[in-house]
Structures are given as structure tokens and as C-alpha cells.
């Protein structure tokens, strides 16, 4: 049981490249979320899914695309990357919510993206 | 804008002391957690309490919630040098979003 994996751990971009960051996990989850974390800032909500086929905009979406075709995975798309996305993504999963709701967030290990 | 905040920003207290965070937000709530990250690392889910709970204990923490301030406090007893991380707090408002405030740094010198 591996939990939460992103996939790379680290990139560097030149400006105007494009890349995608794979989030995978295995615990059978419905929601999926994407954050960015910057110094100072904690961490922002990019993109989340609730559910297969489903995606939906958090606090901080423009210049990102997500994807989520599949239920253990939630794509994060850079089109054409920027310095100011210069940061630390993570992916958080959890469990829909349910009659002992506990809405806890499963953290991935974090992407250390540079964009130059 | 940011739903909840933290306060100290950075902490620093000697092993064995107690450790208290304080965590501030604007607008009602279904529950707020707290979550721990170590550095370099992502973060890990320490406790939580719900909107009609006041008092939440787990180990050697200690959470308090004040929905007419809207506010929470987590206490750390008996602090350990592995106690060093950045500590969030992370509100609910509806059950598909999480908002985190800006974390406080705690320094747990031996």
C-alpha cells in the first residue's frame, strides 16, 4: 500500500514549456485535490476532483489543466509553464464523505518544480 | 484570501516545554484540522474537531475550538525535538474544500 505517489519529484522548466504531474493513489478514494505551496502562503487549492470524469476549480486554477480519467489518478497540466509556477505541488486524496466523516487528507510527497 | 491563520508564525522552545499554536479564520465552518509537515516532506493529518466540539485531545495534543471567536489553539505537551515541523491549520466549509492558513514554524531545541 503505497498511499500517495507523485511522479516526477523534481523538474526544471524553461518558460513556455509544458509538463504534466501524475498523482496516484491506492486507496480507492473518490476525492482528489491538487495544491501548490509557496513560502509564506501555506498551501492554495489548484484543481480538485470528487470523482472520476469530474474536476473543478479551487483558489488558484489559471495556467493549470487536471484530468482524472481514472479513479486512482489525477493529472496536473502546465500548457505553457511560467516563472511565477515556481514552486512545490502536492496532491492530497480522501474518502468521500460518509456518516463518520473525518475529511482527512492523504498527502503525496510533493513535485519541487523551477521554472526559469 | 486566506481562511485561516496562524499565529506565531515561527516558535522556538526548549524539549520538555509546551508548544501552543493559535489559528484564526473568518467565516463558519463545518470542522477544522490540523496537519503537521516535516521538512521537504508532505503533510500528515494530526486531529480534528468539529463545528459543535469544543475540546479534542489525541496523545499529547490538546485542540480547542471557539466557533463565537473563530478560533482554535493546538497544544503540544511535553515537546520533543522530533515535534520540530511546520504546523497547519486547514478549515471546512464545504465538504470538498480544505483551506489551509500560512503555518506556523516550531523549533523544538534539545
Known amino acids: 500500500n503505497a498511499g500517495v505517489t507523485q511522479t516526477p519529484k523534481f523538474r526544471v522548466l524553461k518558460t513556455g514549456q509544458s509538463m504534466t504531474l501524475l498523482c496516484a493513489q491506492d486507496?480507492?478514494?473518490?476525492?482528489m485535490y491538487w495544491y501548490r505551496q509557496d513560502p509564506g502562503m501555506g498551501l492554495r487549492l489548484i484543481h480538485y476532483?470528487?470523482?472520476?470524469?469530474?474536476?473543478a476549480k479551487g483558489e488558484v486554477p489559471d495556467g493549470y489543466n487536471v484530468s482524472r480519467l481514472k479513479k486512482q489518478n489525477f493529472l496536473l497540466g502546465l500548457e505553457s509553464a511560467a516563472p511565477s509556477q515556481t514552486s512545490v505541488y502536492f496532491c492530497?486524496?480522501?474518502?468521500?464523505?460518509?456518516?463518520?466523516?473525518?475529511?482527512?487528507?492523504?498527502f503525496g510527497p510533493g513535485t519541487r518544480l523551477t521554472v526559469t | 484570501s486566506q481562511q485561516g491563520e496562524e499565529d506565531p508564525q515561527a516558535l522556538s522552545i526548549q524539549e520538555g516545554e509546551n508548544a501552543t499554536m493559535n489559528c484564526s479564520y473568518k467565516?463558519?465552518?463545518?470542522?477544522l484540522q490540523w496537519y503537521r509537515q516535516n521538512s521537504g516532506r508532505g503533510l500528515v493529518h494530526l486531529i480534528l474537531?468539529?463545528?459543535?466540539?469544543r475540546e479534542k485531545h489525541s496523545g499529547r495534543l490538546r485542540v480547542t475550538l471557539d466557533t463565537s471567536k473563530k478560533s482554535s489553539s493546538l497544544l503540544i505537551t511535553a515537546s520533543r525535538a522530533a515535534d520540530t515541523a511546520s504546523y497547519f491549520c486547514?478549515?471546512?466549509?464545504?465538504?470538498?474544500?480544505?483551506?489551509f492558513g500560512p503555518g506556523t514554524s516550531l523549533s523544538v531545541i534539545p
Open positions: 492530497a486524496s480522501r474518502k468521500k464523505r460518509d456518516l463518520v466523516a473525518t475529511y482527512e487528507q492523504y
Open positions: 486507496m480507492n478514494h473518490e476525492y
Open positions: 476532483s470528487v470523482g472520476e470524469g469530474t474536476t
Open positions: 467565516t463558519s465552518i463545518n470542522n
Open positions: 474537531i468539529r463545528s459543535n466540539e
Open positions: 486547514a478549515t471546512v466549509t464545504s465538504y470538498d474544500k480544505v483551506i
